[in-house]
């Protein structure tokens, strides 16, 4: 028998940046459809795989204080391949 305090851990939703994507359709071989991001409830139609990177990129650098979680091509000129 579980107590409640071990109920209510396992139905608290786990923090972090989270989306819902809806694929509709694709064309020029790409996907387009719907992401809403779950935490605020925002919905935008994507046109293309970039377009819904993209928007998760921008959500999960507003979630986050440190936006340098993920490093860009200015940064890899210092790092060199094995």
């Not at 994507?21 to 020029?28: D, G, Q, R, W, Y």
């Not at 936006?67 to 000129?77: E, N, P």
Request: proline share 1%.
């Amino acid at each position: 028998m579980m107590n409640k305090q071990s109920q209510e851990s396992k139905t608290q939703p786990i923090k972090g940046t989270n989306f819902l994507v809806t694929i509709l359709h694709t064309e020029n071989h790409s996907y387009q459809g719907v992401i809403q991001w779950l935490d605020t409830g925002e919905k935008i139609h994507f046109r293309s795989e970039l377009e819904l990177i993209t928007l998760i990129r921008s959500a999960v650098s507003r979630h986050t204080e440190d936006d340098q979680c993920l490093r860009d091509w200015g940064q890899a000129k210092n790092i060199s391949a094995s």
